[in-house]
């Protein structure tokens, strides 16, 4: 049966028919003394023959159409030729008589076919042929070892090599990524290949939704220069890094980026690339996750241009959910310089920062610093309007912050004003400012704990009552 396979490709291609070229004094009726009765007598008997055309005109008609059938009333008239040089098979040997012709299915080329490839850098991988001369009384072949069929397998390199000028698009295919990324586990060669493939389309594939899975494997497998080559594509346009950082594929895969460089100009070249779009990345959901990425992962020096835009920017970024959370992490990790310089343009917007729903958070976070200058800074903007700010859902957290933070000078500033107000009784039974009344006798002593005890007992009733006092009137003190 092998034998006769092997025979084939040749019979395809005029080798036994005749149809090649004529040697040098051959007649023109020299394919016609070929006997080859023996091989259509073989395969008649294994089936690989049809003597019946009945509907050959219903199935050849595509064949027949573009492969005109050359005269010949050979029993092999179910082969079609184009000329003399260039044969196919409108249908090739099979049991199915319906099966029409796939422009998948294999071409068995010769020798010819072969060095043509080889001049025009075909991507064939396969060796042509071997010619050999039938023999009537040879035994049939055993069957191949599964071993020696193993090892007859492409090897995983050389799978890959079919996907030579697809491989953009393999990668952004669910399955084509998945097997680009277990062939990065096999090895340099397999990771130089794929790098050669992907490289120049890292802008598309690292907002794709299965192609940024790759594009973040490859970066923990490729060497240093492979990488260098990666953020140069990355950076090389503006806001191009900056619109991928936005984008909730992409976000993931620059994270993955970040944390694989290493290199001071690699850093450089990253966040000079941010630095435009620093405000837009702080309020996005995607973005702030690059910007918090970069201070965790890079060092205090490196991270100098995100703290100087941050004390630019603290207002807005601060009054935002994503960008109070960011400000925090900039002031953690800002060092010397940076951490003073931004601590103290927190300072001074810390009225509007207090009042706000995320910006109030940030200012707690200031004062927890106990850094002098901010908070004499803060406790000057906030004199004379601590009453204001206690009856306020946000600023009234910040108020008592600074009655357990501040110093005991400022304090009794805090607790002369609220024992100032007119209607003291309202701050007793206000929803917000009942928290701050509360705070200010856990944190006061001696005198002023006296004056708050003193203030509050001519409301016993009030505090026994309203719902916003019995914090309040449960402190051991009023019970008395």
């Given at each position: 049966m092998e034998m006769l396979l092997d025979e084939i490709p040749l019979l395809h291609h005029g080798d036994f028919l005749g149809c090649g070229e004529p040697a040098a004094g051959e007649t023109d009726g020299a394919d016609a003394d070929f006997d080859f009765s023996y091989l259509i007598q073989e395969l008649g008997e294994m089936g690989f023959v049809d003597d019946d055309d009945e509907d050959e005109d219903e199935n050849g008609e595509f064949s027949s159409f573009l492969y005109p059938r050359k005269a010949s009333s050979s029993p092999t008239?179910?082969?079609?030729?184009?000329?003399?040089?260039?044969?196919?098979?409108?249908?090739?040997?099979?049991?199915?008589?319906?099966?029409?012709?796939?422009?998948?299915?294999?071409?068995?080329f010769s020798s010819t076919c072969f060095d043509a490839a080889a001049t025009e850098d075909w991507d064939i991988q396969a060796a042509p042929a071997a010619r050999s001369r039938p023999c009537k009384t040879s035994r049939p072949r055993k069957a191949t070892s599964p071993k020696k069929c193993a090892a007859a397998k492409p090897s995983?390199?050389?799978?890959?090599?079919?996907?030579?000028?697809?491989?953009?698009h393999v990668a952004k295919d669910q399955h084509g990524c998945r097997f680009l990324?277990?062939?990065?586990?096999?090895?340099?060669?397999?990771?130089?290949?794929?790098?050669?493939?992907?490289?120049?389309?890292?802008?598309?594939?690292?907002?794709?939704?299965?192609?940024?899975?790759?594009?973040?494997?490859?970066?923990?497998?490729?060497?240093?220069?492979?990488?260098?080559?990666?953020?140069?594509t990355l950076t090389k346009e503006p806001f191009v890094l900056v619109r991928i950082?936005?984008?909730?594929?992409?976000?993931?895969?620059?994270?993955?980026?970040?944390e694989s460089l290493r290199t001071k100009?690699?850093?450089?070249?990253?966040?000079?690339?941010?630095r435009p779009g620093f405000l837009e990345l702080i309020k996005d959901p995607n973005g702030n996750h690059v910007v918090q990425k970069c201070l965790q992962s890079f060092g205090a020096d490196d991270n100098k241009l995100i703290f100087d835009a941050?004390?630019?920017?603290?207002?807005?970024?601060?009054?935002q959910c994503h960008g109070c959370c960011v400000?925090?992490?900039?002031?953690?990790?800002?060092?010397?310089?940076?951490k003073e310089r931004l601590v103290a343009a927190i300072a001074r917007n810390g009225f509007e920062l207090a009042q706000d729903a995320y910006g109030n958070y940030v200012v707690q976070y200031v004062i927890e610093l106990k850094v002098a200058a901010a908070n004499a800074s803060l406790a000057q903007q906030f004199e004379g309007k601590y009453v204001q700010l206690s009856m306020q859902k946000f600023s009234s957290n910040v108020v008592e912050k600074c009655l357990k933070v501040f110093k005991d000078a400022d304090k009794a500033n805090i607790i002369l004003e609220l024992l100032a107000t007119p209607h003291f009784e309202r701050l007793l039974q206000h929803p917000y400012?009942?928290?701050?009344?509360?705070?200010?006798?856990?944190?006061?002593?001696?005198?002023?704990?006296?004056?708050?005890t003193n203030a509050m007992r001519p409301h016993v009733e009030l505090l026994r009552t309203s719902p916003y006092c019995k914090r309040i009137y449960s402190r051991a003190l009023l019970k008395k």
């Open positions: 008239s179910n082969l079609h030729f184009m000329d003399a040089e260039n044969f196919v098979a409108s249908r090739p040997f099979s049991t199915d008589r319906r099966r029409e012709m796939s422009l998948f299915d294999p071409f068995p995983k390199y050389e799978s890959l090599v079919g996907l030579r000028g697809y491989m953009y990324q277990q062939r990065l586990d096999d090895g340099k060669r397999e990771v130089d290949f794929i790098f050669a493939g992907v490289a120049r389309h890292a802008v598309d594939l690292i907002v794709n939704p299965f192609g940024n899975y790759l594009m973040q494997k490859l970066l923990a497998v490729c060497d240093e220069e492979q990488r260098m080559g990666i953020v140069l950082s936005l984008n909730v594929h992409g976000t993931r895969a620059v994270q993955k980026l970040i100009e690699e850093i450089q070249l990253v966040v000079t690339a941010l941050a004390a630019i920017y603290c207002l807005d970024i601060g009054m400000l925090q992490r900039c002031i953690a990790r800002s060092t010397s310089e940076h400012a009942n928290y701050v009344v509360y705070a200010a006798l856990q944190n006061s002593k001696g005198p002023l704990h006296s004056a708050l």
